[in-house]
């Protein structure tokens, strides 16, 4: 891609693209330095990418930067537990911060998935080429994502 | 095929949108059969995270990269004729800046004496008339014209006015053929700085009487064709081109005119000026 080809990639997928990682990392500032280091990346290889696969470039870049920090930093996910009396209030029930505390229940990996599939509308296909994995091993860790936050979301209304 | 043991697989396909027509009609076939099923569909829908536009990523302007600048170069005969242009607008532009005001003074034949010998003056018929008047009398100018006509300036040492020249000057000073019509040079042009057909030779150019009309009328057409070759030929207006034909004959006219007195000046120059800038001198 040339130099226009770039520059519309930027203004089309930098705000996905920070969605993901911010949403993937849980910090902005991470999340901010990871979407710079990836259009830095996709500069540097800029002759060898094609307009076309820029935006699943973009997130395969951002998708292993992530990982990486992750296992950098040895972050916990499991920020509160579902017996947590101080953050479930049978008066609050808000759907959006339960399902961002299930996200969280996630690993790094299976929480990129759901946010590849949910966010970006990706097909199974396209989120294998993304993160180097199967077929298959998407479907499946899609598969377990998906039961997990079923269960939670399931016993938090039990509790409401 | 959806059974018990497998249709979670399949609701979970339906919620990431990755089951074909069929299988959705499939799917909805077996929740009808198994209606209590419906309740946990809905509860994989709701692990569906919803479209989050609160985020932004500032300073996308960081990210962005110049355009290089191309440089196109050029080789051969495309440089040739690039620069030939080039030279052809330059040209262009110069003569357009060249070109004379309205106000632009004529230019002036100065016909000096360097080392002219005194002769007697000889004044019975040509008394010594000052410039101004002489001028008056030969010349027409229009001020708004940009090129006046041209005039011959003759300065001796002794500031004697020659009535010959004067007469000479009545008779063969052309008039410009197309160009409107000149009018006659008063005193206060010629203090606004006019040409200056300020004949002030000196005494002697009795004895030696300038040609006769006709050979100079005749002389002046036949140089007349000569040169309008040359001048038709210069990149500049037809009016341009009539004051340049105008102004040379009035150089011919003064050189024949010291020619004519030659053998009675010696060292005699004509230096032609345009307005205080001197063009070249002739010297005899």
């Known amino acids: 891609m040339d130099v226009k080809s770039y520059n519309i990639c930027v203004q089309d997928w930098a705000d996905a693209l920070f969605r993901f990682v911010c949403k993937n990392t849980g910090n902005e500032e991470d999340a901010r330095d990871i979407v710079q280091s990836s259009f830095e990346t996709l500069w540097k290889k800029k002759e060898d990418v094609p307009m076309e696969k820029g935006k699943a470039f973009l997130f395969q870049v951002a998708y292993n930067q992530s990982i990486d920090l992750y296992r950098k930093k040895r972050k916990v996910h499991l920020t509160d537990t579902i017996s947590s009396p101080e953050t479930m209030k049978p008066t609050n029930p808000d759907l959006k911060r339960i399902l961002e505390r299930a996200l969280k229940r996630l690993d790094e990996q299976a929480r990129s998935l759901i946010l590849l599939k949910d966010y970006e509308g990706y097909k199974y296909e396209e989120i294998a080429q993304i993160t180097g994995l199967s077929d298959t091993q998407v479907k499946v860790y899609l598969h377990r994502a998906r039961k997990t936050m079923k269960d939670y979301l399931v016993s938090v209304e039990k509790i409401i | 095929m959806i059974t018990l043991e497998n249709y979670e697989e399949y609701l979970i396909l339906f919620v990431d949108d990755e089951l074909s027509e069929v299988e959705q009609k499939e799917l909805a076939a077996f929740l009808k059969q198994y209606p209590h099923l419906q309740k946990e569909l809905e509860d994989f829908q709701k692990t569906k995270l919803p479209a989050a536009t609160d985020l932004h990523f500032a300073d996308k302007e960081r990210l962005l990269k110049k355009e290089p600048t191309k440089t196109i ?206 063009l070249f001198v002739l010297n005899f």
């Open chain 2, 73 to 278: 170069l050029l080789t051969g005969w495309r440089s040739l004729a690039a620069a030939v242009v080039l030279l052809l607008i330059a040209f262009a532009a110069f003569k357009w800046m060249k070109k004379p005001s309205v106000n632009l003074t004529p230019p002036s034949v100065e016909i000096a004496k360097t080392t002219a010998p005194q002769q007697p003056i000889i004044t019975q018929e040509k008394p010594s008339v000052p410039a101004e008047t002489l001028v008056k009398t030969t010349r027409k100018i229009t001020p708004k014209k940009p090129i006046a006509p041209a005039s011959a300036y003759v300065k001796h040492d002794n500031k004697t006015r020659q009535p010959t020249t004067e007469t000479q000057h009545k008779e063969t000073t052309p008039t410009p053929p197309k160009t409107a019509p000149v009018n006659p040079i008063n005193t206060e042009t010629v203090s606004q700085g006019m040409p200056l057909v300020q004949t002030t030779s000196e005494p002697m150019q009795n004895t030696t009487a300038p040609m006769p009309e006709t050979e100079v009328a005749k002389e002046k057409r036949a140089t007349k064709k000569q040169r309008s070759r040359f001048l038709a030929n210069l990149f500049i207006s037809a009016e341009k081109r009539q004051g340049l034909a105008h102004l040379r004959n009035q150089v011919e006219e003064r050189v024949a005119t010291v020619k004519s007195i030659n053998e009675n000046i010696k060292n005699t120059s004509v230096e032609i000026k345009l307005g205080s800038k001197e």
